[in-house]
């Protein structure tokens, strides 16, 4: 079941980001992972909560990533491109 955002209210920011981003995991409980891809669909990133919020330091290239956030039963497609800006 893949959502393409998101009625969850699940948000990342600030958006362009700098050495770091949070995502907001909004009304989605339980145990999630979050991913982030560059545009090749190459994994830079992936870390798990199950809070409502997680940190992620970006040591990645400035350019534009997709973020997906998933639990046990459905995977959450952010519309938005996280974009990344170099120090």
């Known amino acids: ?3 393409e955002n998101n009625g969850l209210n699940v948000a990342v920011y600030p958006n ?3 050495g770091f981003a949070t995502v907001d995991f909004g009304s989605l409980q339980g145990e999630k992972t979050v991913r982030i891809m560059d545009l090749t669909g190459k994994l ?3 870390g798990y ?3 409502q919020k997680l940190n992620v330091e970006l040591n990645v290239a400035s350019g ?3 973020v997906v956030v998933s639990t046990a039963d459905q995977i959450i497609r952010l519309n938005e491109r996280l974009m990344v800006k170099g120090y």
């Open 64 to 66: 534009f990533y997709q």
């Open 44 to 46: 830079v990133y992936e």
């Open 16 to 18: 362009p980001a700098i």
């Open 1 to 3: 079941n893949v959502n």
């Open 49 to 51: 909560s199950s809070e």
